[in-house]
């Protein structure tokens, strides 16, 4: 016996969430998400991403639209019925009970004889790395541990979906990276469901098979951490997913899927992601400008920044500023010193003007 | 799997639990009131057949109350749908109507058929003579009422009402109905009461003369004469308001906030009046002040100042009130006080306000709730105060007085109880409305749950000075009282004969080992063993009830909760006086008919006390985050478990709390107990009352000693069982879920 996986999809049709009579936090949604894949709900705080995932959950019933967890519509499902269980930003652990006692909780509910609710209980903390720990009180485990603890009991009930309100949010930054990675692991190599919120956009890109960013109740874009960073929609996407350059540009002409911009006076050809003739952005992340380039736009270095393994520059151009980094530290730019400044290949995006 | 359990085992065990109810209900309890219930001799008393002690069933068997036999089938319908799914639309709709008429019918026959037969006389019209009649109904009533309730609460949660969850629906319609029953209904009851003539009619004029009455509005203390009871209770009320709770504060400032060292001294010592009957302190005032008092006696020889009664009056009822009433404002205040976050305060300081400003700007204002708070509560503690008035009033007569004697005195007029409860209400209830209104909207919550490892500032010096010595000198006098408590309970006769003696224990207490037992052939046993029991019953009830108001207030959303929060905290704006009128008025007659039986104490501490109770347990739940509830839910628990398993563990010391404070409450409590005490059942506190009304001083005083040792064994013992689990429990939950 072993913990499995009955991973199922979620689907949301048209879903909308109005607390009391005004307040609009999720914006008629649409949303699936596949089987076994870690989905990431991203977005600034305010956005919906966490009622979004209380819905899921169960813990708040949408106000509109349906929802599906595998075949069944879980719409008007209470949370204790969802086969669903949900990591909780505060851990939620029961202080009155032993950490076996937390684990084994969910799984005396799910008619488990007791010697099986044990074995579970032990396997599910084995699979934490909490071996022996099962007497101890939440209150004489680390944060990171409690984080386990908390993780386990999820698992052990092999639920549909597994989801995470913003997990490593109590954890210290090292420890951060040990346990995202350690979550994706077991996410893996069981197989599960799982929707994951964050705010934190390094972690979204981190863990990801897919990213749904959030803005202002409704969904700015979903897709692979790579199609966002390097493909973002919109100029929300772009500043938010990563940092970008949004500099104003004019198309001036368009031939199949290339476009011609002019950048105050400088001439490049890049996809045009059908947009037409006339003014666009560009969003260019700061690696992917091209500096001692030999045609581009001209600046001068405004700010230069040693952060150690790296240089970081403001530039000052005739639109605005620009803002890049580099790896070379050993001969860095100076102050006050003019450059021309190229566009990368690929990397630099068209987005519509706002 | 969880979905799953619930479609391969379709009878719902919880529907069967009350299926079965309610037939053990119709089919084997006795219908109608039996007297002595629990000492079941009853059943070899001709049971089941003798029409007092029969179930519903086998009075309908014998032709006999055929008003009852509608109630068969909504009982047997609920069998139609036992192995339907609770999705199937059918099952809710059966419920439903099974459950809504079977409680309309029981309401309706209840209220219409009475001990004379028809309660309404067009009833009679229409329908001729019963020529039956019928009396309060029991336990098998009762069984049914529940059953009935409960399976049409079944029914509106298998439509859905708050997610299905029929714990929750169950729950909040339960305590609906029971606040209905036992506060509404009484005080609505008492409303007509004082528009009844004497003949039985209604009539505005009969209110008007009543109301209008000079004895109740006069103004004649301003022309040197008397005034109307009226304004001596709400000047006196408005007095006590305010000394109580700027003592209170002074109390709570001085523990929380100042290098003073014998703070635990002064804890204990305002615990003292809580465990105090509130009227042993008038007791003890009359041994200090009264005319043959100690400290009169002494200023008589030493100064050759003439004895007075200055003591009986305004003076000697608000002196009682204050040092009754002050600890009440102090557990008030003291959790306000602490419960200010030190982080603003330190916050304050930082951004260069003194100590002195920071207290006028942060602190003071922080603490506006707690102040409206005990100002409230000691503005209605002292209307409804029954026994220092009664004491020590002399000619200064208050409403609650007046109250009392309009019932049991010689003019037996319940229209004018009614009429003065009804104007005792109005004040309580405007104060209670001047406070919401005083607090408005704003939240006051400082008390993140996040760690706030600050330190309380000290007070400025210049206002720590003053606060301490009037602390120490209230401290000082409070000993003194109850000193004189302790001592006057050993002397002979006071003033007369002050030889020491324990004689008035023994009048009280004695008993004698005989062959057949222990004897208990002191005179206050009866009462002593009534008091415990009850109070032991109520203690426990009150405390559930309370809890599980506050966990519906504090973890439910559902449509009226305001009405619901202002509903279950009404009782709280309602002094104890107006509860004793209105549960006479009320429960004297069919179909619920308990005065004169322990029930109806029980009931009447219940719904005194349950305020406490939702007080406290909302005051610790909203100390539990509440990802703990949903964690649990997403767990797969649902929420009767989630409330068994993770909330209930984590409440115990409010728990004990609400156990203790209601027990002790209700071994002290006289204002509404006086009204509803009968021989069966005399309380400590009326039997007390009444030995001072005989002036017989020692044996009330021993008594009351005795109560007030035998409550500090149980607040002992409850505390140290608090203190024992209070270390199972950590500080785990002070993180918040954004």
Known sequence: ?354 | MKPLASLEQPANPVLIFWIAIGLVGFFAVPWYGVEDFFKFEWLIDGYPFDADYAPAAFLLGQAEKLWLAPLILPLLAPFAVLLKRKSDPLYARVLIVAGAIGLGWIILQGFSIGIRGWNFGWLRVFLGDLNDRQYGMGYGGMLVTVAFLFLFTQGIAARGAINGDVFVVSSISGIVVIVTIFVFFPIAKMLTAAFITDVGGYSLSVFASKFFDDRLWGLGCLSGGRCGVAWNSLFLAVLVGLITTTLGLIFALVVTRSGFRYKRALRALTVLPIITPPFVIGLALILLFGLSGAVTTFFSDAFGIQPTRWLYGLPGVLIAQILAFTPIAFLVLIGVVEGVSPSMEEAAQTLRATKWQVFKTVSLPLMRPGLANAFLLGFIESMADFGNPLVLGGNFDVLSTEIFFAIVGAQYDQGKAAVLAMVLLCFTLGAFYAQRFWLGKKSYTTVSGKGDSGMHPHMPRALSIPVLALAMIWAAFTMVVYAMIFYGSVVELWGVNNSLTFKHYFTAFSFSFEESGIRWSGAAWDSFWTTLKIAGIAAPLTAIVGLITAYLLTRQTFAGKNAFEFGTMLSFAIPGTVIGVSYILAFNVPPIEITGTGIILVVSFIFRNMPVGVRAGIASMSQLDKSLDESSLTLGANSWQTFRRIILPLLRPAILAALVYSFVRAMTAISAVIFLVSAEYDMATSYIIGRVENNDYGLAIAYSTTLIFVMLAVVGAMQLVVGKTEIGRRMSQSRTNV
């Open chain 1, 1 to 354: 016996m072993s913990i499995n996986s009955k991973a199922a999809p979620v689907v949301f049709n048209n879903v909308t969430k109005v607390y009391g009579k005004d307040v609009v936090a999720v914006d008629n949604i649409n949303l699936k998400i596949e089987a076994g894949k870690l989905v990431t709900l991203l977005g600034p705080s305010g956005c919906g991403k966490t009622t979004t995932l209380r819905m899921i959950a169960g813990l708040e019933m949408a106000t509109k639209g349906s929802i599906f967890i595998g075949d069944s519509d879980v719409t008007l499902l209470p949370a204790t019925d969802r086969d669903v269980s949900m990591v909780f930003q505060s851990y939620a652990l029961f202080p009155h009970m032993s950490v076996m006692e937390n684990v084994a909780y969910g799984l005396g509910f799910s008619g488990f004889d007791k010697s099986e609710t044990k074995d579970r209980a032990v396997q599910g903390l084995d699979l934490v790395g909490l071996k022996g720990y099962g007497d101890r009180l939440p209150s004489e485990l680390s944060g990171g541990q409690q984080q386990r603890v908390a993780v386990a009991r999820a698992l052990v009930l092999e639920p549909q979906v597994l989801l995470f309100d913003e997990p490593l949010s109590n954890l210290d930054a090292k420890l951060r990276r040990q346990v995202r990675e350690e979550i994706r692991e077991i996410q893996q190599n069981l197989g599960l469901t799982v929707v994951y919120v964050t705010h934190d956009q390094e972690e979204a890109l981190a863990v990801s098979d897919e990213i749904v960013v959030m803005y202002n109740a409704g969904i700015a874009q979903i897709g692979s951490p790579r199609d966002l960073y390097e493909a973002p929609a919109d100029r929300f996407v772009a500043d938010f997913i990563g940092e970008a350059n949004i500099i104003s540009c004019e198309i001036v002409a368009v031939s199949g899927d290339a476009a011609t911009i002019n950048i105050a006076g400088f001439i490049h050809t890049l996809p045009s992601h059908g947009l037409s003739v006339g003014p666009a952005q560009l969003a260019v992340r700061p690696t992917r400008l091209i500096m001692n380039a030999p045609s581009g736009i001209t600046v001068t270095v405004q700010k230069a920044t040693y952060v150690g393994s790296r240089m970081e520059y403001t530039f000052k151009a005739e639109f605005g500023t620009l803002f890049s980094v580099s790896e070379n530290v050993d001969e860095p730019l100076k102050v006050g010193q003019s450059l021309t400044v190229g566009l990368d290949k690929i990397g630099p995006v068209l987005l519509p003007k706002i």
